[in-house]
């Protein structure tokens, strides 16, 4: 069962907050108000990954006007992505849905016959009327296959929070197109030996790519590849490590397909890559000290980025408001590489296993807060007064304008963050608002009359 | 259903949140899922604000939906009332808490609460933000005038006063043209009684009737809230928009007449306050290269219609293409176009609005945010001069429309992306030197464009691929980029009329003088 926002909260006696001690972190739930975006902002980043789909939202207006807004600038000629509107003859059942989606997609199409992948993406409008869309994928695959094929996957509100937008996007990828070989299969030697799985931006891919290489794994693939209409063939000996927390479902159904998930830290700054490059070694059976030859240049790289970075994060108190899961191992970074002391690490949802291996190591004085409650939240934020506040964009502004720091959050979504080389980008990020604050701070003397 | 690729309008729950975010002292509890707090954003990072917007949310999730969503929307009700202590409370559903039927109003009136409650019908299937803007603004002011006194007056008459209406959150320029109509209004004598919903508390809405006329700006938000004033209060309010020098001179005279002052000398007074420099400007010798330069306009109803009379009667421009993505106005827009012997373009369409665009070929669009973007792509001049806004929209400096500093800046905004009178001369004249390359466009253009030809569906289906001599092409390559498309095209339909199948350096002009007859 993947275990996603709602299901959990559902085990918290409602309004008190429970506390989960043990020997890893403190965790608390909270309930209220969600300063998230839902899962169909994952569409900004999956479509320009994919360059061969198209992202369908079936809903309101209000589902276009998060999409175009969360993508921020409106520049694209054509975007590959857009919504079908419900109106009040979609709800009112004058016009049947399912024929009125037919011409949508008919039309969007006909428009684009470069399209390959046409995801049909679930709103909260669409999943509240209970409309179809597995069962209209499954009629517009038939219609417009094998050339074009039709894909549903949900990106509501109700269902999602942001990235699990992603999560629920591959996961309905590994449905139609992994090919699960049996053991006797002559197209075996094809199969992968390590699937990525995660949207990474094309440079990081190859780094990675090029390192595992030198480790001598031939066959990886990528979930999601370049173009949305790649098959992936899987075979029993084939292995998947995600490069972000928020890909349960897909890990599970990876998994249901046969294939087996490398548990790791995911690969964020230099200790948190080198351990995802021991993981992936080991399980690969691969001594460690091979291992860390082969990373070894990069490292260097990493840390020579990180230690020119280090002094203006050390000793820095941080504070993350939820948003898209990779608050812990960003905190974990930030604390564990950058010496800066977490305050409060807000989740919007907690993902015990897949979260494992960063939660390990942490101690009891680390606070996880799981879920929100806005308005608490923003209090503790307050009376703790951090040097700096990992944020959404709705809160960022205020924040700064009672003095906080801040560093919107959704900014380490859409840049390439993971890996050796990007460690010193991702410590930067952080640095940026103190490296302006300390430029605006400058003042060289104005000459005046005595 | 309907396949949108950008939108021109939010949700009508948006222009909901415009009102609040305007106002003191009220909030607004939406009953709305998880992500819908991404509007948020709006009002924090394009417009810039120091604070949230006075919104919360109920945030619901699909586990709610089998249990007590009803229960969540009244608890955060009850916890906003505590924590913001407002004076009004709005209470509204977003598009999905719609559909699930729980009855904002309904529950929001079993809380007994102490104070203002203004439930909200925002039918998010049928309507935009803009008719959201302009219902919420009307209930608001309708629930504030209850159990008062509506016909009020004041007890002294110290000279006339009015109420401003139609300024709020995320406005095209609404910050900067209040404060070029207040500067306007005390010059002429007249008081201002409440500024709404501008910065307006509950209380400062239920002195609305004190006033002897209103003020009615941006009709697409507040024309029906002026109507109601007039059924209720006998208020009469203003029906010209001032974005414009002309318009400016009209409305003034409009307001002297509304508040019983002679025009001649309130106009005298509204100028002396505000200079205008525009007329000067659009007379001098420099501007005589704006001449009849093709613009194409796209926006909300009254400020399309505002730029097409400033355009045509100010600038000299010639009106190549006219349009409105708001319906509930369009009326105003067909208007003018049948004035300027336009077909007008109504439609929230963006592709369409782009085709138009590429079939007119103009040298500037005067259009939103989404135009500037196609013209960008096109290489085409572009000035916004309409919501939807973008951070861009809202600058540091003061720079309103409206008014007759409006009609300075309008005139700056316009003629910037332009190139100089000077500058196109000189283009011109060494187009064939060799730092200048055909495609050569003014450099304040920045990168060259990356398709000044865009391909448009045109009517006639084309059979075979019409060949151009070399000699054609290179003339075709001398006529400046932004009508380069619209002579090969028009070139072309000769061509095959004429049964042409080479077209040759005299095709060209042939075609020119052709299409150059009045028909």
């Not at chain 1, 429970?18 to 900004?44: A, D, K, Y």
């Amino acid at each position: 069962m993947p275990n996603r926002v709602l299901d959990q909260e559902a085990c918290a006696p409602e309004g008190s907050p429970v506390l989960v001690t043990g020997l890893g972190p403190t965790v608390v739930r909270e309930r209220g108000q969600h300063e998230v975006f839902c899962g169909l902002t994952s569409i900004v980043w999956l479509h320009r990954k994919m360059q061969d789909a198209f992202f369908l939202v079936v809903g309101s207006r209000t589902c276009a006007h998060l999409v175009q807004s969360a993508a921020g600038v409106m520049i694209f000629a054509e975007p590959r992505f857009g919504t079908a509107i419900l109106d009040d003859r979609d709800l009112a059942g004058l016009a049947d849905a399912h024929d009125e989606l037919d011409r949508v997609v008919d039309q969007l199409l006909s428009r684009r016959p470069d399209i390959r992948v046409l995801f049909l993406v679930g709103s909260c409008p669409s999943e509240v009327i209970k409309l179809d869309l597995g069962r209209a994928a499954e009629r517009l695959s038939a219609q417009y296959g094998p050339g074009q094929r039709v894909v549903h996957f949900s990106g509501s509100g109700i269902e999602t929070t942001f990235t699990q937008g992603e999560d629920a996007c591959l996961a309905a990828m590994v449905s139609q197109q992994v090919d699960r070989l049996s053991p006797g299969d002559p197209r075996g030697s094809d199969a992968a030996e390590l699937v990525l799985v995660g949207s990474l931006a094309d440079v990081v891919e190859d780094q990675f790519r090029s390192l595992l290489s030198d480790l001598g794994l031939k066959r990886i693939s990528c979930l999601p590849g370049r173009r949305g209409a790649e098959r992936l063939m899987v075979n029993d000996q084939t292995r998947f490590v995600c490069m972000a927390p928020y890909l349960a479902e897909t890990a599970q159904r990876l998994e249901a397909a046969g294939c087996r998930r490398i548990p790791s830290r995911f690969p964020f700054g230099l200790q948190g890559t080198t351990d995802w490059f021991l993981s992936v070694g080991e399980a690969f059976g691969q001594p460690s000290d091979r291992v860390l030859h082969v990373i070894k240049p990069a490292q260097r790289r990493a840390q020579l980025a990180l230690t020119a970075m280090r002094p203006m994060l050390e000793g820095k108190r941080v504070f993350f408001f939820p948003d898209s899961q990779l608050e812990i191992p960003l905190a974990r970074f930030l604390a564990e590489e950058m010496g800066m002391k977490v305050v409060e690490v807000g989740v919007p949802y907690l993902h015990q296993a897949m979260m494992a291996e960063e939660l390990r190591p942490l101690s009891a004085e680390w606070r996880i807060v799981e879920g929100q409650h806005l308005e608490q939240q923003l209090a503790r934020c307050r009376a703790a007064r951090p040097d700096l506040v990992v944020c959404g964009l709705g809160l960022a502004n205020p924040l700064e304008a009672e003095g906080m720091s801040t560093k919107w959050s959704i900014e380490l979504v859409f840049t390439p963050i993971q890996g050796f080389d990007q460690a010193g980008d991702l410590a930067e990020l952080f640095t940026r608002g103190f490296a302006r604050k300390a430029r605006l701070a400058r003042r060289i003397p104005i000459g005046v009359a005595a | 259903m309907k396949l949108t690729l950008w939108t021109y309008e939010g949700p009508p729950h948006i222009g909901a949140m415009r009102v609040a975010s305007a106002m003191k002292d009220v909030h607004l509890v939406l009953h709305a899922p998880q992500g819908d707090t991404y509007a948020d954003l709006l009002f924090t990072m394009i417009e810039r604000n120091d604070h949230r917007p006075p919104v919360s949310y109920t945030t619901f999730g699909a586990r709610d939906l089998g249990k007590d969503t009803a229960a969540l929307f009244q608890n955060a009700i009850r916890e906003a009332v505590e924590v913001y202590k407002p004076k009004a409370l709005m209470v509204a559903a977003s598009c999905t808490a719609e559909l699930i039927q729980d009855d904002p109003a309904g529950l929001s009136s079993a809380l007994n609460l102490p104070i203002r409650v203004i439930p909200l019908e925002l039918p998010a299937y049928q309507r935009k933000e803009n008719w959201g803007a302009s219902e919420t603004f009307y209930q608001m002011v309708r629930h504030c005038l209850m159990g008062t006194d509506q016909g009020l007056k004041r007890a002294h008459q110290n000279g006339p006063v009015c109420n401003i209406l139609g300024f709020m959150g995320l406005g095209f320029r609404h910050r900067d043209d209040l404060k070029a109509i207040e500067e306007l209004i005390r010059a002429m004598g007249i008081g201002i009684n409440v500024v709404a919903p501008w910065q307006a508390s509950p209380e400062d809405l239920q002195r609305l009737p004190l006033a002897d006329f209103n003020i009615m700006l941006n009709p697409e938000l507040s024309e029906s809230t002026a109507l109601y004033l007039k059924r209720q209060c006998g208020q009469p309010f203003t029906q010209s928009i001032p974005i414009g020098e002309q318009a400016t001179d009209a409305f003034v005279r409009e307001v002297a007449q509304l508040a019983g002052l002679d025009p001649d000398q309130a106009l005298f007074r509204a100028r002396q306050a505000q200079p205008c420099r525009a007329a000067w400007y659009a007379a001098s010798v420099d501007a005589t290269y704006l001449t009849g330069k093709r613009v194409f306009i796209f926006g909300d109803a009254s400020h399309a219609v505002a730029a097409a009379r400033v355009a045509t009667q100010e600038m000299g421009f010639d009106v190549v293409g006219l349009g409105t993505y708001s319906r509930e106005q369009a009326r105003l827009v067909r208007e003018m176009a049948t004035e300027l012997h336009l077909e007008p373009l109504i439609t929230d369409d963006y592709l369409e609005v782009e085709r138009a665009i590429a079939a007119t070929s103009p040298e500037l669009v005067l259009g939103t945010q989404m135009e500037r973007h196609i013209a960008k792509r096109m290489g085409i001049a572009c000035a916004v001069i309409s919501a939807p806004v973008h951070v861009q929209d809202f600058p540091a400096r003061y720079a309103p429309h409206m008014g007759y500093e409006g009609a300075n800046q309008l005139f700056d905004a316009w003629v910037a992306p332009l190139m100089m009178g000077l500058e196109e001369h000189l283009l011109k004249m060494f187009k064939e030197d060799f730092e200048f390359h055909p495609q050569a466009v003014a450099s304040h253009l920045g990168v060259q464009p990356v398709a000044p030809e865009v391909d448009t569906p045109s009517d006639e289906v084309r059979e075979t691929p019409l060949a151009w001599s070399d000699e054609a092409q290179k003339e075709l390559g001398r006529i400046p980029f932004f009508v380069r498309s619209k002579a090969k095209r028009n070139t072309e339909r000769y061509a095959q009329a004429h049964g042409v199948s080479m077209i040759q350096r005299d095709t060209l002009y042939e075609a020119k003088a052709f299409y150059a007859q009045p028909r």
